[in-house]
């Protein structure tokens, strides 16, 4: 059983940058495509960006070329570096680690981009 624990939210103004972690226990991540979402106030939870276990990226236009995942195996842990944050990017951010039938998320951490 995968367990996912999110941290590396807070309070940013606009333009700054925040790392967000996913540390994984109880399997390895490599061993599943691994996804951050966003959950904005109101509306549904949507893929930001995703790493297949192959290690190949693709992120949604609205962050891309300003967020980038990443994974250490060795430390068995997820990261989502924003950088440029933009207002539209506060939200709830989740870590998804997915694989044939099995799905696992974390509890989430809170990012809010004011000034």
């Known amino acids: 059983q995968l367990r996912l624990l999110e941290s590396g939210g807070g309070i940013i103004q606009p333009g700054g940058s925040l790392r967000l972690s996913c540390a994984a226990a109880?399997?390895?991540?490599?061993?599943?495509?691994n996804r951050w979402y966003r959950q904005e106030p109101g509306k549904l939870r949507d893929p930001v960006a995703v790493i297949s276990r192959e290690g190949s990226t693709i992120y949604a236009e609205s962050v891309d070329g300003r967020f980038t995942i990443s994974r250490d195996t060795v430390k068995n842990t997820l990261y989502l570096q924003m950088d440029n944050l933009k207002r539209e990017d506060t939200g709830v951010y989740y870590c998804?680690?997915?694989?044939?039938?099995?799905?696992?998320w974390g509890q989430g951490t809170q990012v809010i981009v004011s000034s």
């Open positions: 109880g399997a390895a991540l490599s061993s599943y495509h």
């Open positions: 998804n680690a997915y694989y044939d039938a099995d799905d696992y």
